[in-house]
C-alpha cells in the first residue's frame, strides 16, 4: 500500500496532513509512504525530517498512491494526477463549491470528507473539526491581543497599575472554551464560578 502526501495548494494553508511521526507509524506498518517536496514548509516541517521517518521524497507522490491525505481539497493538477479507485481523504467543503465536487465524482477516486466524519467517542481521533477549532479559538486570541494594543491581563509597574481587559467571547463551544483558557490564564483574578456544596443527608 501506498500513503502521499501532496504539498497543499490553497493560498494561505500553512497545514500539512501528516507530521512525520504519522509518517513513522504508517512506515512502521509496512507502508510505503511518499510525500511531495516542501509539503511540511508552512509547518516547520523540513523535508528531512520526513525522510528521517522513512518517506520518499518525489514530486510525483501522488502517482500510483492508493491512499492521498489532504488538509483541503486537492487542486485539479492531483486530482488528474490520482489513479481511478484511489482513495482520497481530506477536508472536502463539501457544502461549497459544487463543479470541484463534481470534478472528484467524475475523477473516480473515492473521497471521504473529513469534517462530516460523526463526533463521537469511537471517532474521536478521526474528528478534524474539534482539533482545529481548538487551535482557532486559542489563535483568536493572539490575533485579537496583538490588535488590542494593550496588555490583557492586570499589569502592576512602578509606573502604575494597567487595569486587565474585558473580553466578550460569543459562543462556548469547542474554539470558545479554548478562547476562554488562555484568557482566563493571563488573569488570575479574573472571576471564577464556584459551586455550592449540597449538605449531606444524615
Known sequence: MKIAVPRESQPGEARVAASPDTVKAYVKKGIEVA???GAGAGAFIVDEAYAAAGAKLSKDAVKDADIVLGVRRPS???LKAMKKGAVLAAGLEPYGDRSGL??????GVTAFAMELMPRITRAQAMDVLSSQANLAG????????AHFGRAFPMMMTAAGTVPPAKVFIMGVGVAGLQAIAPRAGWAPSFPRP????????R
Open 35 to 37: 510525500v511531495e517536496p
Open 138 to 145: 486559542y489563535k483568536a486570541v493572539i490575533d485579537a491581543a
Open 76 to 78: 485539479d493538477k492531483v
Open 194 to 201: 464556584t459551586c455550592a456544596r449540597r449538605p449531606r443527608n
Open 102 to 107: 463534481e470534478a472528484i465524482a467524475k475523477s
